[in-house]
């Protein structure tokens, strides 16, 4: 597959002024697609729009993401599940009804319970695939493919919550979803077939649901951390909540051209589903009392943004957290002295035995095409070990963030794990500093107030604001700015300041941007 790369690379080359193949970051739209390829991460060519191939060294990334994932859920008391592809129609329309009702209420500003089964629209079947034979005999039942799995899981809850005992229930699964996506597909933040991760808890009060929220923020920011990702967490606006939860928060990443991209959301359901799905439990009284219920959800947007926000001109950048071979070792003239392949065999399984993920390349290529593979790649260090490295007792090591040095062969071990951190540290500074370059203040003139025209603003900016206006508020806010507001922040503003349609003083701090 590396061979692979560099007879592309080299072919591209000679085709334009794209270094190695690869268009220049600043061309953040050509540069996107074209690395996701030339890194081998997925192949885009299978014939089902939005259904991409994924590369072993993709998988392996995505992988060690489930990883932080299944960290979290552990810690957390979570338990994995793996709940069927298949959908009956029947339990699509209960959702639906639900989904329906709840809209409706929230649009009317009415209590869910006054609206009337008979007033909801169809809901979501336009936007799941469909499966109504099976071979050539019509199904009685139509089926669908889980776009989500609140339908199949809840039902099989039912079953299994009978008392408070049985409560807290903390489930995850992931799987794959799929949805009809009729918007261009880009590889990892708009597709088909999603590779998700989805947490659901059942509580036995609204209290146990506000706590799983509040842990679920917290895992979303050490998983974050280890992607040396920062983002913007926020409770979205009403109008932008997923109709079937009280509400939602979610991350987003700011991308380098300046969009966000949401990649983890968790929704707080109340007992509005339990109600749906007669989700009930007996309490200590012997009473009956409705559950309360969250989810928590992410997929794999979170290697997107990872390509997005820390790879350069050269290539890929992957964290150390990620990276399938954190450690490449490069045996230099192995031919004219016995002794350089021993070694690096010898160092190879002195990293393995620390924990980490090292790869001996031990390609017939010269060092150089070495090095250029494996920067496309993003591998964190690449170190080389020759005869005269053997001889002086050190190796050159290059850091992929940037720099080489010479290191002892004694205590690499010490040496590569401290690089590593080094590493994971410069890609959060750098990403902090991308990030505050591309959120900027929403530019209000005091006396005259907004710009009145949507050219004013950038969408390659992401706009900071005070903001404590309703539904028609918001609505002529993203009319006039022709971007999206993201919801109310977790941190509030230091101080009152107006808001930048009322004019009323607040610390609610809002972002407003174009999302993907």
Known sequence: MVQAISLWVGIMAGHGKAKRGIPPKSDFNSWYPSIVEIAEL????????????????????????????????????????????????DLLDKENRLVSRLKAAREAGVDPSEMRAEEEPTGFKKEVYWVTHGGENKLDVPMFLRPTSETPMYTMFSLWVR????????????????????????????VREIHFFEAHTVHSDQQGADDQIEED??????????????????????????????????ADVVMPNGRTLQVATYHHYRDQWAEA???????????????????????ERLLGAVVGMHGD???????????????????????????????????????????????????????????????IRGAPIRIEIGPRDISSGKCIVSLRTGGKSDEPLDGIVETVTRLLDSVSDTLRIRAEELNDSLVRPLPVDPTSGLAQSENAYSDGTVYELAFDGNDSDAEALEKLTGLTLLGECDEELTNEVPCAITGRLTSKRYHIARMY
């Open 163 to 190: 008392s408070h005992a049985d409560l807290p229930l903390k489930t995850f699964q992931i799987v794959n979803t799929f949805r009809y996506e009729t918007k261009q597909t880009r590889s990892f933040i708009r």
């Open 277 to 299: 799905f007669d989700l009930s439990y007996e309490d200590t009284d012997g009473g009956s009392k409705m559950c309360h219920q969250t989810t928590f959800g992410m997929s």
């Open 42 to 89: 997925v192949d885009k060519r299978y014939p089902i729009k939005g259904m991409d191939v994924w590369m072993p060294y993709g998988l392996m990334s995505m992988r060690l993401i489930d990883q932080l994932a299944r960290r979290e859920m552990e810690r957390t008391g979570h338990s994995e599940f793996s709940f069927p592809l298949l959908v009956p129609e």
């Open 313 to 375: 001109d050269n290539g890929l950048i992957l964290p150390p957290s990620i990276a399938p071979h954190q450690v490449i070792l490069m045996p230099i003239a192995p031919h004219s002295d016995a002794k350089v392949t021993p070694t690096v065999e010898d160092i190879s399984a002195r990293l393995s035995s620390a924990g980490i993920r090292t790869k001996i390349d031990d390609r017939d290529v010269r060092p150089g095409v070495k090095h250029y593979d494996w920067e």
């Open 217 to 250: 923020a917290e895992m979303v920011r050490r998983i974050l951390h280890d992607l040396c990702l920062p983002a913007i967490v926020s409770k979205r606006p009403v109008w932008d909540t997923f109709p079937g939860a009280w509400y939602t928060k979610a």
